[in-house]
Every structure is written in structure tokens, then in C-alpha cells.
Nanobody, 122 residues
Framework: QVQLVESGGGLVQAGGSLRLSCVAS????????MGWFRQAPGKEREFVAA????????SYADSVKGRFTIARDNAKNMVYLQMNSLKPGDTAVYYC???????????????WGQGTQVTVSS
């Protein structure tokens, strides 16, 4: 079992940056692949970024590639999402997730945080 808590969301103008953080409980954090997903009002939850157990492999949605960076610190049980050049279309609730597989599918992540709101104004 792992519990996840996100932080770092907020209101930012288009072109600005935010860094989301997610802290995980438990001693087996390094056993999990980690991911970030987002859900905008009226839309389905979508994949944003994922990182494998060591941090050596990452994957990004095309819509955020080159603007967002996922990273993890296994010593601190933390995963981060650095978001640059934000657009109004990035507005959503962002969720941190943990799973046994390095995947872009939400179905492969069994543990989820409560989400943090990111709002990008034009």
C-alpha cells in the first residue's frame, strides 16, 4: 500500500510555470512506477507523464512534451512535475499515481492521490 499527497497547484498566467510535488508514504516507494494524470471539467482523465522505478525512463503525452518534466527522488519518496510554458488548455486537476508497471494507462496505476488544481489564465 502507498498513500499519495499532491501539492503545488494554483493559479498562473499563460506562459508561466508551476512545480507539482507528490509525497508517498511507505518504504517501498522505489518499487513503484509513478505517473501524473489530469482531468479537466467535462473531460476524461488523461495521461500526462510517467517515470519508471529508477527514474531512468520517462514518457510524456504529446501535448506536454518539451514543456513538462517528470522527476523523482527515491530517498525522499517524492515525485515532481515541472510545468513550463503553461497554456489555458493545461487547466485541470492533476493527480499523482503509483503502479507496478511503467505505463501510460491509468488502468495500470493502483494508487492515486486526491489531486491538486492547476488553473492557467489567458
Amino acid at each position: 500500500q502507498v498513500q499519495l499527497v499532491e501539492s503545488g497547484g494554483g493559479l498562473v498566467q499563460a506562459g508561466g510555470s508551476l512545480r507539482l510535488s507528490c509525497v508517498a508514504s511507505g518504504r517501498t516507494f522505489s518499487s513503484y512506477a509513478m505517473g501524473w494524470f489530469r482531468q479537466a471539467p467535462g473531460k476524461e482523465r488523461e495521461f500526462v507523464a510517467a517515470i519508471n522505478w529508477t527514474g531512468g525512463s520517462t514518457s510524456y503525452a504529446d501535448s506536454v512534451k518539451g514543456r513538462f518534466t517528470i522527476a523523482r527522488d527515491n530517498a525522499k519518496n517524492m515525485v515532481y512535475l515541472q510545468m513550463n510554458s503553461l497554456k489555458p488548455g493545461d487547466t485541470a486537476v492533476y493527480y499523482c499515481a503509483a503502479g507496478w508497471l511503467f505505463s501510460t494507462s491509468a488502468a495500470n496505476f493502483g494508487f492515486w492521490g486526491q489531486g491538486t488544481q492547476v488553473t492557467v489564465s489567458s
